[in-house]
């Protein structure tokens, strides 16, 4: 009997707080942000989808949804801190393209960054690469978002201001913190060229893709 107590006592305060440790470490989360409004443009689509995708699920996985200040290391502090507060596996930042009437889905950013607060164009960080790149599989995406009628593309050049910014610093982050981490930027089109339904559905397209791959 004294045996039996003592096994007890040894699975109710040693295995089972570490067997809920090991479960909730293994929670998948995944991270959506997009911006605040800017500029001439009242509401900005990338902010509602983020705040349409907090707190709900896809594929079993949930969905945490931020909006982000339009400035520059603001954006970035609070992107890091939703991920390193969550654990999360994977990142969707979700920017707002004016000009743009697809889904443009980010393969690179570019170490360059420009605003008409500076006269000239600067590094985003000295001494790193001019390049940093998703190692996430785009093509798969845009074909899923096609496939459901949904107009995407990959695209190879984020611009030089906050987009290409976050991107790049996110990449960064990746590489020099956690490798595992999935990281894409989606560039959305004014919600006069696409409604908010399709391109929050392409969100999810691409949310799932990263679920199915980490």
């Known amino acids: 009997m004294a045996r039996y107590k003592i096994f007890v006592m040894i699975f109710v305060f040693i295995i089972l707080p ?18 605040k409004p800017f500029g001439n443009y009242d509401v900005n689509p990338s902010e509602l989808i983020a705040e349409n995708l907090n707190g709900t699920t896809i594929d079993g996985v949930k969905i945490i949804g931020i909006s982000l200040q339009v400035e520059w290391n603001t954006s970035y502090d609070k992107t890091i801190e939703a991920i390193e507060r969550y654990n999360t596996c994977a990142v969707v930042s979700i920017g707002l393209a004016p000009k743009s009437s697809t889904i443009r889905l980010e393969k690179l950013a570019v170490n360059l ?17 001019i ?11 845009s074909a899923d978002m096609k496939e459901e009628g949904i107009s995407s593309r990959v695209s190879y050049f984020a611009g030089l201001h906050l987009c290409n910014y976050l991107f790049y610093k996110l990449l960064d982050y990746k590489q020099k913190n956690n490798p595992e ?17 399709k391109m929050t559905n392409g969100v999810k397209i691409a ?6 791959n980490t």
Request: charged content about 20%; hydrophobic content about 40%.
């Open 18 to 35: 570490t067997n809920l440790q090991t479960t909730q470490s293994r929670e998948k989360i995944v991270l959506v942000t997009g911006f």
């Open 181 to 197: 981490l999935k990281v894409i930027f989606v560039h959305i089109p004014p919600l006069d060229r696409m409604n908010l339904q």
């Open 113 to 129: 960054r420009w605003s008409e607060q500076f006269p000239f164009i600067r590094f985003i960080q000295k001494h790193s690469p």
């Open 131 to 141: 390049f940093l790149s998703t190692d996430v599989n785009l093509r798969e995406i």
């Open 207 to 212: 949310i799932s893709h990263l679920i199915r």
